[in-house]
């Protein structure tokens, strides 16, 4: 059974950095993408950052590249995402999520995804 567990959101003003973390545990993830995904109040799920777990091609949100970096440590079975230069925009709740992939592209629908975490709050004040 993928559980997918993150940490690390929480209140932080304009232009301050978080990092949120997923430890990822239940089978080998080496044919799986990584993602984040968040979700503000009224608003669709949107994809923010993902990678793949074998090689570490990372693709990202526009209106985030640059601040946002994503990660993993294969070793610890943990997803990062450095989040800095925030802005109260990026207030939302931030989900890991992982999609097993053997062939295709990439993908940053969240309905292709096959696991989730809970999510974890990141409130940027202005």
């Known amino acids: 059974q993928v559980q997918l567990v993150e940490s690390g959101g929480g209140l932080v003003q304009a232009g301050g950095s978080l990092r949120l973390s997923c430890v990822a545990s239940g089978r080998t993830f080496s044919n799986y993408d990584m993602g984040w995904f968040r979700q503000a109040p009224g608003k669709e799920r949107e994809f923010v950052a993902g990678?793949?777990?074998?090689?570490?091609?990372?693709w990202y949100l526009d209106s985030v590249e640059g601040r946002f970096t994503i990660s993993k440590d294969n070793a610890k079975n943990t997803l990062y995402l450095q989040m800095n230069s925030l802005k109260p925009e990026d207030t939302a709740v931030y989900y890991c999520t992982a999609k097993y992939r053997l062939l295709g592209v990439f993908s940053r629908v969240s309905r292709e995804y096959d696991f989730w975490g809970q999510g974890t709050q990141v409130t940027v004040s202005s």
């Open positions: 990678i793949t777990w074998s090689y570490g091609r990372t």
